[in-house]
């Protein structure tokens, strides 16, 4: 517990299962569990942690914890009424823009909006999230390219293009690194060294922009 509540996931980990090959008592058993189903959400794990969740026996796995879970493994139709019954419990900003979150990757923008107290573009940084923690980053950047029309920032523009750049479209990540620019990205630092963009770095294109990007004044 002292390693998890320090951020140590990898030792907490490492000390429920040493403890968990034991002879422990149930209710012991089913406390490791629990934590360890949480150090796998910290480490956007979604199937150990329902895994480990449902070894947990006499006691209740909070809802926005299970939901966390099934997002992580795509599933949002079963997350969706999971964050809905969390915000029903605890009036939280982060799980409101959860729950709208999960309703952006389903497709139901009218209802996100809906969401009472729910700014829209936090909540496509929270579909986005969940997206790059799966590993879909074409969908991740086309959160953010739609947040960028929402609330338009040149670091926004320049995160979609870098999702776009690792799933491998060329067209909307220039696209998106265009938009940067004309928001006033000027960190061609940055740029020049993103791993995301290495594919890209020998590129014409890439080499143009960037040379455009170290020429403009910061705003």
Request: aromatic fraction near 8%; proline fraction near 5%.
């Amino acid at each position: 517990t002292a390693h998890y509540q320090a951020g140590r996931y990898g030792a907490a980990r490492q000390d429920a299962e040493v403890l968990l090959e034991a002879d422990i008592q149930p209710t012991l058993r089913s406390r490791l569990h629990a934590l360890l189903g949480w150090v796998s959400l910290k480490e956007n794990q979604g199937r150990p942690a329902l895994d480990h969740f449902a070894q947990v026996h006499g006691g209740e796995i909070p809802p926005h914890a299970l939901a966390a879970a099934f997002s992580l493994v795509g599933d949002d139709t079963r997350a969706l009424p999971l964050w809905e019954k969390a915000v029903e419990r605890h009036d939280d900003s982060t799980l409101r823009h959860e729950w709208a979150g999960t309703l952006l990757r389903l497709g139901r923008e009218r209802e996100a909006k809906g969401v009472p107290q729910v700014q829209l573009s936090l909540a496509y940084v929270c579909a986005e999230r969940v997206y790059e923690a799966r590993g879909d980053f074409a969908h991740a950047g086309q959160m953010l390219e739609a947040r960028c029309f929402i609330e338009p920032l040149a670091d926004t523009a320049y995160d979609a293009a870098c999702h776009f750049a690792r799933a491998g479209d060329e067209a909307k990540t220039f696209e998106l690194l265009d938009r940067a620019l004309a928001l006033g990205f000027h960190r061609g630092d940055l740029a020049a060294s993103e791993p995301a963009l290495s594919a890209w770095r020998a590129h014409q294109r890439f080499v143009s922009w960037l040379s455009r990007v170290k020429q403009s004044p910061p705003t």
